[in-house]
């Protein structure tokens, strides 16, 4: 017998067809983004780069360009990648390589991440445009600073460099990135 759901160590059980808001834990995604790695783990350092540690350079990316962005719009910066805690981070080539389905399971997931949390299901066109520049921007640093992309090869697949001066990103342990990642959420959290 086949089964659409997974258990998380929330107890909880996450049906991956139908996401409901009420099987979502922030602990749950905190640990799960924790532990998996930007880049398919192709990556500098001791540890690997996870989506934790990217969301939150995301968020400050997204912060710095938006400063006058209120709390809710910084959470849904923050939670741009949740749905990776169940279905990992796939790398853009692959994604394509996927198509409609991947995107379609990957949309219900963050809508049901955002209802959970109080936001609307969808951030809306512009919200969604600036955190996605934020991201590529994060994408650049990560592509030079972890990733072993040059600066012509960076510049071809992401844009021009981004301003400003390189972010520190040294990959921190899976326990580090998650207590990062939960410390920012509960921080916005209380704010909205």
């Not at 997931?109 to 955002?114: G, I, M, N, W």
């Not at 090869?153 to 981004?162: K, L, Q």
């Amino acid at each position: 017998m086949s089964r659409a759901w997974q258990r998380m160590l929330s107890g909880r059980r996450l049906d991956l067809l139908n996401p409901s808001p009420f099987d979502i834990e922030i602990e749950d995604i905190a640990h799960g983004l924790s532990r998996v790695s930007r880049w398919n783990g192709q990556t500098v350092g001791e540890h690997s780069f996870s989506v934790a540690q990217h969301s939150v350079l995301v968020l400050d990316l997204f912060s710095a360009q938006a400063v006058n962005s209120s709390p809710r719009d910084q959470l849904y910066a923050l939670l741009h990648d949740a749905a990776e805690y169940v279905i990992g981070d796939l790398i853009s080539p692959f994604k394509s390589a996927v198509g409609l389905d991947y995107k379609s399971l990957e949309h219900k997931l963050e809508h049901a991440v955002h209802v959970r949390f109080g936001l609307k299901a969808d951030p809306g066109e512009d919200l969604h445009r600036r955190i996605k520049a934020a991201d590529i921007k994060a994408a650049y640093w990560e592509a030079t600073l972890l990733a072993g992309f040059d600066s012509a090869e960076a510049v071809n697949f992401f844009g021009e460099r981004p301003g400003g001066r390189a972010p520190d990103l040294t990959p921190l342990s899976a326990m580090e990135a998650k207590a990062l990642f939960t410390g920012r959420f509960e921080g916005l959290l209380a704010q909205t």
